[in-house]
């Protein structure tokens, strides 16, 4: 069983072809990066709608691989950028049109914990998925995936971006503040939002600001709102892993390529006996790979959607999608 996968939900855009037991035959992706500041949503979609065409048979060629041999389209429906979804979601109907094969809605939060959850063969992990626009605590139950604690303002990869931009740098900030991190020497007080299960990033963005207009250096900002905002996700996650009695967790979204946040959550899962992985990092941002295989999953369960019905949601909820390739 081979599915092509279509990931659209942001800046980038991404064609997957994967098989049985999540192998990634193969996988073309694109980042839009806006010139200056941040993502604009019609500018992605545009730079989106230039690439598809070249990553579909970048991604067929190099799974050698040849449409017949497709046998389900899936693609992201939400959450996501309007503008963004749409021009996937129209590559994913014509592709499911034109080789006559079903089309697979997917949920793009699914997406980040299944990928994971197979390539670490983890069962029931929590996961802790950090990206730029979405930042949430997911642990399954009942038939779906719960969110269990999400931030109440901007997702973390977000903050990072328009935090680094606002001090003089350029989009991406998560890598240029990973890399500053490790010149800073000071811990500044920033404001630690932990509000139950959830958390908040704007009042640290305002506070980063203010020192910086007061002096502070890049270097140590960016040490002190890593060393704050990894450890309120790292708290949450350690939360949610206490309650819900699971024993591991795993990470995705592309803030989960950050090395210390690894070395953070790491430590506390093993603080308690509990195992900890992150995915390759080309499988932890956004990618095709991780849509076809969940895709995959869905099919096989008989998850389809006519074209007709297939309008994107790009404010899907998580826990509105049911799982039911899953038990429990
Ligand atoms: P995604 O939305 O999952 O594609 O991830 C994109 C976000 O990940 C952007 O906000 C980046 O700044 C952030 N990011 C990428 N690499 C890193 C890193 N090494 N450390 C922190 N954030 C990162
Ligand atoms: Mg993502």
Redesign the pocket.
Known sequence: MVVLGIEST???ASVGVVAENAEVLGLASDMYRPPAGGIHPREAANHHVELFPALVERALSSAKVSPREIEAVAFAQGPGLGPCLRTGATVARTLSLLWNRPLVPVNHCVAHIEIARVLSGLDDPVLLYA???NTQVIAHGSGRYRVLGETLDVGI??F??KLWISLGGQF????A??RAALEGVDLLPLPYSVHGMDVAFSGMLTASQVLHSRGASRENLAYSVEVTAYSMLTEITERALAHRKKEAVVLG???A??ERLRTMVRAMAESRGHTSFAPPKSLC??NGAMIAWTGLLAWRAGVRIPVAESGVLPRQRTDLVDTPWRSG
């Open positions: 942001a800046h980038t990206s730029g626009g990869g977000n990072l971006d991406p900030g998560g890598p503040i990973e979204g592309g803030v390529c950050n941002v956004d």
